[in-house]
């Protein structure tokens, strides 16, 4: 089955620094990802729509400057947690859209812990 | 906009019983996908079936099935002869025109030995 592999998993930051996580689609191409925020107990919200070679497109009320999105290949889409707060604190989960566009695969998220 | 509802944030059964879980969905958009996924404690989004707005038959996947009542707006999901390693947060999304999920606020599912 299609495997969607994300890195780190889990990290923590002090408060100010940025961090990188990565999405990656291993076994098909994706030119659509998705990323995704989860509060400890909640649902998941979606943050953004990553799009090969293309600029991300953000849901309201997140911050594009804060959350950096880059989707430079069709297996690999990065988000940048920039100036980091302790309130960004969150479990954050990719997923990318099947070939067929029906389907979406996640990856097994990333836990961040800013400081 | 889509919305998504699940009422019961928690529910306890008992090992081998069946349980249901209710979701009800809202949408403008005439053909939509409706998911259930399993998230255990690790975080996992685990798929575990989906039914698309014009299949007839409702689905079903091993020990899953999906109540699908389209007029009512309802996609409930049954899970028969609960096992322990059923605990876990379950979600129900939609998928709309634009392959956007919507999800659902949850239910915790405890089975009980």
């Known amino acids: 089955g299609a495997v969607v592999s994300q890195h780190p998993s889990w990290v923590i930051c002090k408060s100010g620094t940025s961090v990188k996580i990565e999405c990656r689609s291993l076994?098909?191409?994706?030119?659509?990802m998705f990323w995704y925020r989860q509060f400890p107990k909640q649902s998941l919200m979606l943050m953004a729509t990553?799009?090969?070679?293309?600029?991300?497109?953000?849901e309201q009320g997140v911050e594009k400057d804060k959350f950096l999105i880059n989707h430079a290949s069709l297996t690999l889409s990065t988000l940048t947690v920039t100036s980091a707060h302790p309130e960004d604190s969150s479990f954050y989960i990719c997923?990318?859209?099947?070939?067929?566009?029906?389907?979406?695969?996640f990856g097994p998220g990333t836990r961040l812990t800013v400081t | 906009a889509q919305k998504i509802t699940q009422t019961q944030p928690g529910m306890f059964v008992q090992e081998k019983e069946a349980v249901t879980l209710d979701c009800t969905y809202d949408?403008?958009?005439?053909?939509?996908?409706l998911f259930w996924y399993k998230q255990p404690s690790s975080g996992e989004m685990i798929f575990l079936i989906y039914q698309g707005s014009y299949d007839q038959q409702n689905a079903t996947e091993g020990r899953y099935s999906l109540n699908f009542q389209k007029a009512r707006k309802s996609a409930n999901l049954v899970i028969s002869a609960s096992q322990l390693g059923d605990s876990a947060m379950y979600f129900c999304a939609m998928r709309g025109n634009d392959y956007k999920l919507s999800f659902g606020a949850g239910t915790t599912v405890t089975v009980r030995a």
């Open positions: 076994d098909f191409q994706a030119t659509t």
């Open positions: 949408t403008s958009d005439p053909s939509y996908g």
């Open positions: 990553s799009n090969e070679g293309s600029k991300a497109t953000y």
């Open positions: 997923s990318a859209r099947s070939p067929s566009g029906t389907e979406q695969y």
